[in-house]
DNA sequence: CTTAATGCAAAGGCTTTGCAGAGAC
DNA sequence: GTCTCTGCAAAGCCTTTGCATTAAG
């Protein structure tokens, strides 16, 4: 589905983050979250050019990467080969199937991690990651 | 800490995992267990030939891959470069550090997840994997 | 002798980097 | 004019693969 998202919300957004919109960055940003779903940056980068727009992959990779770092979208590490790019940044797991590499969300309101040890010292808790692995019996 | 962990102690668990223990096989067990800490494929390999064995990486990759399917290690997605691979089977949740890459060991006993919806029909579930991401304040 | 495992090197996939050119203010 | 961003291509890293060689029973 593909949720109403216009260049102004994109704009938004990378200006709540502190990131300058540049009109690349805006079509990564509305890709992501037109979509609202979790993909590859390889993804991105297809999608971003298949209405002949221009967008090289190093700066699909490099706006990702920004973008994750000021915390506007999430990494999910989940697949051994490639990292998914998450739009979705409130709380919520994920269900990983391991045949197809495909990941979907787990939404976090029933879900609770209990009893969790306290971070060493002078750290900053990034996220509580959990990933649910199964596969397709045969 | 290195526990004590010989070669027959290798042979028996790569037998109770229907594994044909042949040398090389035995010298990466043995790697592994004596150490009881996960490691990538690359660190396996420098340690494995560090005393003058050879094994080549291929094998070393093979045969971490070949243990992980068989349920005698546990593959550890957590790094978005490289795969770990944890001796320990039992259930336990990984503390990662961003900033250095660095993974340790989270008891399960006192943590609960709790809330999971079922899995999808035909799945079995291959693992629960918590994730605890920080980053050292700056 | 037959089957399985190993080793080497090359290839493969995802991601990062260096640097020149384009764009923004 | 200065500073930032982008694009291209090359390089980097981890991992897999193909195939000949070697070991095992």
């Given at each position: 589905?593909?949720?109403?998202?216009?260049?102004?919300?994109a704009v938004a957004l990378?200006h709540?983050?502190?990131?300058?919109?540049?009109t690349?960055?805006v079509?990564?940003?509305?890709?992501?979250?037109?979509?609202?779903?979790?993909m590859?940056?390889?993804?991105v980068?297809?999608?971003?050019?298949?209405d002949?727009?221009q967008?090289?992959?190093?700066?699909?990779?490099n706006?990702?990467?920004?973008?994750?770092?000021k915390?506007?979208i999430?990494?999910?590490?989940?697949?051994p080969?490639k990292?998914?790019?998450?739009p979705?940044?409130s709380?919520?797991h994920?269900?990983?199937?391991?045949?197809t590499g495909?990941l979907t969300d787990i939404?976090?309101?029933d879900v609770?991690v209990?009893g969790l040890?306290?971070?060493?010292?002078?750290?900053?808790?990034?996220?509580v990651?959990?990933?649910?692995?199964?596969?397709?019996?045969?």
């Amino acid at each position: 589905m593909v949720t109403p998202y216009t260049d102004a919300d994109a704009v938004a957004l990378l200006h709540r983050h502190g990131i300058n919109p540049t009109t690349q960055r805006v079509m990564i940003t509305r890709v992501l979250f037109e979509r609202g779903v979790h993909m590859a940056a390889d993804d991105v980068f297809r999608i971003v050019n298949a209405d002949d727009n221009q967008v090289s992959k190093a700066t699909v990779y490099n706006t990702l990467g920004l973008l994750a770092e000021k915390g506007a979208i999430r990494q999910v590490i989940a697949d051994p080969v490639k990292v998914f790019y998450d739009p979705n940044t409130s709380p919520h797991h994920h269900l990983y199937d391991e045949g197809t590499g495909e990941l979907t969300d787990i939404d976090a309101i029933d879900v609770n991690v209990t009893g969790l040890p306290p971070l060493p010292l002078g750290a900053s808790l990034q996220g509580v990651d959990v990933i649910v692995r199964f596969r397709q019996k045969k």
